[in-house]
Every structure is written in C-alpha cells, then in structure tokens.
C-alpha cells in the first residue's frame, strides 16, 4: 500500500508508544511449514512466511528477507543453500583487474532476485496495515562477497583501481534491484551494509558511502525510504555515520545504541540491537524480557529509538522467545 514514508516516521517518531521492529522474516517458516532451502528459491512462500509473520506478531514494518547471497548469486557467485539456515556465498567470483573489468551486470530477474521481486509484490497486496520493506545488500558488502571478503580487505590497499572497478557495477544492479521493488509497491529497502563495519573512516568514506548515497539518491523520495543497516562496530566510524545522512538507521548488537542516540540527528529513526543470536535464537524467554526492558529502559527516552533486533532473527529461533520479546515490549510501554 502506498504511503508517504517521511510523513509516516515523523509520526512515528512522535508517537508515545512505538511497535516494536525486528528484522523478522525468516522464522517464519516454522508457522508456514517448509524449509529455508524451499522459501528463499519461491516468491510465493517469501510473501506467505512475511503474512504468517504480521498476523502473529504487531510488528511496526514487515521486512522482507536480509538474504545476503541473493545479489552475489545473480552474478554467478556460488551459493550454498541449507535447509534451515540462512544460504551463504561459497568462493570468489573475481580474482584479477582482468575478471573485474570482464564482470557482466546482470539484469534484474537472474538468479532468484525475480523470486524476491515476485515476493515483495505479493505481499503488499497482502500486508496492508504496515509498511513493507524489501531487503537489500549494501554495495561494499556485495562487492566483498564477489572478491572475497578478506581479499577485499586488502585490495582496497593495492588494488583500489580494482576494487572500484567491482563497486561500481554492483551499485548500477543495485540501483535497478532497488527500483525494481519500489515498482513492486515495496514501501522501502533495508540495506545491509555489514562489511562496511570492518572498514576505517577514510576507507568506508571511500568504498562505501558514495556508493550507498548514490543508490538511496537513485530511488528514495516521499514514498518510499532507504532503512540503512550495518551491525558492525560502527562506533569508531560514528562521524562517518552521520555523513551517510540516511533516513533510518538500523545497528547491531556490536555496539552500544545509545553512543548513536546521542550522536546523529533526532529526525533519524534509529533501530536496534537486542543481539538476534545469542539472546533471540539461544536465550530463554526470561533472559529475553530483562534483555529487552533494559534496553528499553536506557534508550526509549530518545524519541527517534524503535526497539528492535541488531540483526536478522535466526530462521530456527524459537517462536516463543520471538513472542517474550513482543511481550516485553508490551509490558514496558504498559508502566
């Protein structure tokens, strides 16, 4: 459903009581009956598991899958998928100037970005009460998957030519992936960003943040945002935070939420960080609720928080420790 996104987290952000807004999409399978392997392949089991998911938990967005081998994988990246965790990217896809300058953008629809584009569509028609966003892996974090994630490390040293080369034909698929969605009717992407995390100032300012600017320039406006996640230690890179100038933030359990709170603008909408796997998936529910209340304790005095998971919730985390989490929530807003 079409909605003005900036009028929509102002009011947000305004409101005395907030839903709370994991990145929840993946457990859903546990309610719907099939397999990781089963849904990340099928649009129509993508847009089933994220109704499955808003009709059991009040969430504030409905977030598509954060499936970070989808983009890589349309490159011709191998994948290796599993039937109940989250596929992975297996082995370089470039590994010279040569294979950099020779990689084919592919168009939207290779691999299974058709799939998520398909799922995005259906499920706004189903999901109608709360915005949808649509997931998306950042440029870097693309880029360092099709050089190798440690490779990349070093070639942004002594082969930056090389590095920019990859970065700039992830960005234009990744301009089009994201357009794609918004004519889907998707309400916006979260972009994951996690590799950017590992870099320093001056590196993230030069392989990562020109390139996210260029794709939310490429697509955002009234209707449709770009949710910016990166659940790396982004404290040293707080100054470097603040240049990205995005519309929402969402940060990982890496880092203390309350350092970015007190640093970027108080119109920002800022998510996080319950830690997704060792409290959600691996705690119990009573770990969960004193987790929760304590964060919501320290950090709901900033209007601009929103209480959410640091990260994508593990696809096998128990549905009653998703449940003790939204009950905390509830039991806090209710003092």
């Not at 909605?3 to 952000?13: D, F, P, V």
């Not at 209707?223 to 040293?236: A, K, Q, R, S």
């Not at 929103?306 to 939204?326: K, R, T, W, Y």
């Amino acid at each position: 459903m079409k909605r003005n996104m900036k009028e929509w987290m102002a009011e947000y952000i305004k409101a005395p009581v907030k839903k709370a807004m994991p990145i929840l999409s993946f457990p859903g399978i546990q309610i719907i009956g099939h397999t990781v392997d089963e849904m990340v392949k099928s649009g129509d089991l993508q847009a089933e598991c994220m109704k499955a998911i808003a009709d059991r938990f009040d969430t504030g967005a409905a977030f598509s899958l954060m499936d970070l081998s989808v983009e890589a994988e349309a490159f011709g990246s191998p994948v290796r998928y599993s039937e109940d965790d989250v596929p992975t990217v297996h082995g370089a896809l470039v590994h010279d100037e040569e294979e950099a300058e020779a990689l084919v953008v592919p168009k939207v629809g290779a691999g299974r970005t058709g799939e998520c584009v398909k799922g995005i569509e259906k499920a706004v028609e189903m999901i109608t009460d709360r915005p949808v966003l649509a997931g998306i892996i950042g440029p870097y974090s693309l880029a360092g998957r099709l050089l190798d994630m440690t490779e990349i490390m070093i070639l942004c040293y002594e082969e930056p030519e090389m590095v920019e080369t990859v970065l700039e034909k992830a960005t234009e698929f990744l301009i089009e992936y994201a357009k794609a969605f918004k004519a889907a009717g998707a309400n916006g992407v979260a972009m994951a960003e996690p590799a950017a995390g590992l870099l320093s100032p001056n590196l993230i300012d030069e392989f990562s943040s020109p390139y996210v600017k260029r794709i939310r320039d490429a697509v955002e406006d009234d209707n449709f945002m770009v949710l910016y996640h990166n659940c790396g230690n982004v404290e040293p890179l707080l100054e470097n935070m603040k240049k990205i100038d995005a519309s929402a933030y969402s940060f990982g359990n890496a880092i203390d939420i309350e350092t970015m709170l007190k640093a970027l603008p108080e119109d920002r909408m800022i998510i996080g960080n319950i830690d997704p796997a060792g409290i959600i998936r691996n705690g119990n529910p009573e770990m969960i609720r004193k987790e929760t209340l304590a964060l919501m304790e320290r950090c709901c005095k900033y209007p601009n928080y929103v209480i959410a998971s640091g990260c994508d919730i593990p696809p096998m985390s128990p549905l009653e420790n998703i449940q003790a989490f939204f009950d905390a929530v509830e039991e806090f807003y209710q003092k």
